[in-house]
């Protein structure tokens, strides 16, 4: 990666009549920032953001996100293109690579991808540790985890290709370890992935087909699963995000960052949001039954939130949901299936977004809203989306951990706090307390 913001000005901070001139740093596209890297060293002052509301952590050239406008890009290319468009695969690489691969680069990724996805037979052994009761984002966490006990030629991450090969397998096998997770979870054998078939159609097969008949792969339900793979993928500094580049700044194994960012995804309130979404809108039940929710919702003494609704960046609708909102209609019309859960989305979307408390705080669907009504429509239960989020999203954090690394600008990670604990004291024995 070479850095590419460029100063544009420079801010005066004035502290106790002392000033001190900052840089002002822009990039291609989005605000300016402030460089205060030097400002503790100038002037012994911390900045104080918890939240990292007005916080830039790096410098990153993959994905742009445009909260206003509701526009989400990866490597310049509208997302909601991609989505319709492209496939997981040519999306995968272009996140890595930072161009869109021409035939034959598409052919040896593909190739390179597909002779990966089998897991070594011994990480069998960590799933009979679970009981079958586990929730499989713990299985996944777990596993994905354990992967950096079974690779020693792809840890020396200053190496560009053991990099490479790190993020050649992570791509290849976290789609085999969800499917397992899954397999695990509802009592059934694993099934291996067979080379002639997609990403998204390997692992809809290596889910959903049992060893007493055939399966085959649904194209439409194929195309689905692809699409919810793309638009997961990235999402620039999310929490989750920044957790793999945080763990990956001091070097650690590839895989025990991705497991770091798996198990902050898991949380409700980000990656944990699908499961939540659909059992909030199971709970609502019936259309008459929202205004209960929406004054619940608004209720500052109420700690109930609608889940999938509201963004720290994105004060429209999430470019994610509308697609998302599009393909549920597709699936459930070639499925046949008429969901009840649907029509109360529908319905919540258009009185939420028409409500002041949300308008003001530009809450809006974000990804997470219509996810659970079309993966349970693909067959998924509940406690399995937040798995396939973080599926589609280990693309994302590997190629984020890959940027870092190739940073000539990247140190380790290491914030600092304002401390307002107990000031020195003198240890008092026991007998004296
Ligand atoms: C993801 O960061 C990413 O990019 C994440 C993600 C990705 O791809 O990686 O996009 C994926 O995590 C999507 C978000 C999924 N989470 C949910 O749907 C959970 C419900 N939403 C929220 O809890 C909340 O909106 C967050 C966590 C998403 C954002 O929280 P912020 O930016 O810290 O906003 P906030 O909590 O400060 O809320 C601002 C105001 C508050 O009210 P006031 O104090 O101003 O009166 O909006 C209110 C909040 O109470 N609010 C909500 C609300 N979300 C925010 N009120 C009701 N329902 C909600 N969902």
Not at 57 to 73: A, H, K, Y
Not at 89 to 95: H, K, M, Q
Not at 191 to 220: D, H, I, T, W
Not at 275 to 291: F, Q, S, W, Y
Request: glycine residues 8%; contains cysteine.
């Amino acid at each position: 990666m070479e850095n590419k913001i460029k100063q544009t000005g420079t801010a005066q901070i004035t502290i106790e009549g002392k000033s001190y001139d900052l840089p002002i740093m822009k990039g291609s596209m989005g605000a300016p920032g402030i460089d205060v890297r030097a400002l503790y060293k100038q002037s012994g002052h911390f900045t104080f953001d918890p939240g990292f509301t007005s916080t830039c952590s790096t410098e990153s050239q993959i994905t742009f996100i445009d909260g206003g406008e509701g526009q989400l890009l990866y490597r310049g290319y509208d997302v909601e293109k991609l989505a319709e468009e492209s496939t997981s695969l040519e999306v995968a690489y272009l996140l890595i690579h930072g161009e869109l691969p021409n035939a034959k680069e598409y052919e040896t990724f593909e190739s390179t991808i597909t002779n990966h996805t089998m897991l070594h037979d011994q990480i069998e052994s960590f799933f009979q540790g679970y009981r079958r009761d586990s929730h499989p984002m713990s299985m996944l966490c777990g596993t994905v985890g354990a992967l950096s006990g079974f690779y020693h030629d792809d840890q020396h991450t200053t190496e560009d290709e053991a990099r490479d090969l790190a993020i050649h397998r992570i791509i290849a096998k976290i789609p085999t370890l969800a499917a397992r997770c899954y397999k695990y979870r509802v009592g059934q054998p694993s099934v291996y992935p067979q080379n002639n078939l997609s990403y998204a159609g390997n692992f809809l097969r290596m889910c959903f087909a049992v060893p007493a008949e055939p399966y085959e792969v649904n194209p439409v339900i194929e195309r689905a699963m692809d699409k919810i793979f793309i638009l997961h993928m990235d999402h620039e500094q999310n929490a989750s995000t920044s957790t793999v580049r945080l763990a990956g700044s001091s070097g650690a194994n590839p895989y025990a960052c991705i497991a770091a960012g798996t198990a902050c995804l898991w949380g409700p309130s980000h990656g944990g949001a699908n499961e939540a979404a659909l059992n909030m809108l199971k709970e609502i039940g019936t259309v008459d039954r929202i205004p209960e929710y929406i004054a619940r919702a608004k209720d500052k003494t109420d700690p109930f939130r609608l889940m999938g609704f509201g963004h720290r960046v994105y004060k429209a609708t999430d470019p994610r949901a509308r697609v998302m909102r599009r393909t549920t209609h597709e699936v459930l019309g070639e499925l046949g299936i008429s969901n009840p859960v649907l029509e109360v989305a529908m319905e919540l979307e258009k009185i939420a977004t028409n409500e002041d408390y949300f308008v003001k705080r530009g809450l809006y669907p974000n990804v997470d809203f219509y996810s659970g009504i079309v993966l349970s429509a693909l067959g998924f239960p509940t406690d399995m989306f937040t798995v396939l989020f973080a599926l589609a999203r280990t693309t994302g954090w590997i190629s984020q951990w890959n940027e870092m690394l190739e940073d000539p600008s990247q140190r380790i990670g290491r914030p600092r706090q304002l401390y307002s604990g107990a000031e020195l004291r003198d240890f008092v024995p026991m007998d004296k307390r």
